[in-house]
């Protein structure tokens, strides 16, 4: 099994920032060079939306387009995490977050699928106040 686990979470006032981090562990994981990756989030009453996601095959790394010039993924293959730099974050943007990995091998557009993804963590609670 895989198991992925979010932190970094928390309060922060609107312009703010937060970085989180996602660590991957289990007896059957690998490291994070043989899945696709990407953060979710699902705010209050609305559902789970993608955020962001790394593409293998392409080496590109895709945005959603609100959090585009604001928000930045990045991972340590050697420590398997993966990190989700946020700043100016917006009241809006006050959501659960949560990290995904995939063993499949995806279409640019199959990132922003959940129903692609194999192993989720348990998710991390941000709050963004006005």
């Known amino acids: 099994q895989v198991q992925l686990v979010e932190s970094g979470g928390g309060l922060v006032q609107a312009g703010g920032s937060l970085t989180l981090s996602c660590a991957a562990s289990?007896?059957?994981?690998?490291?994070?060079?043989?899945?696709?990756l990407a953060w979710f989030r699902q705010a209050p009453g609305k559902e789970r939306e993608f955020v962001v996601g790394r593409h293998l095959s392409s080496s590109k790394t895709v945005y959603t387009d609100s959090v585009k010039d604001r928000f930045s993924m990045s991972w340590d293959n050697a420590n398997d995490m993966m990190f989700l730099q946020m700043n100016n974050l917006k009241p809006e943007e006050t959501a659960i977050y949560y990290c995904?990995?995939?063993?499949?091998?995806?279409?640019?557009?199959?990132?922003?699928?959940?129903?692609?993804?194999?192993?989720w963590g348990q998710g991390t609670q941000v709050t963004v106040s006005s």
């Open positions: 289990g007896r059957t994981f690998s490291n994070f060079n043989s899945y696709e």
């Open positions: 995904a990995a995939s063993t499949r091998r995806l279409e640019l557009s199959g990132l922003r699928s959940q129903s692609e993804f194999d192993y």
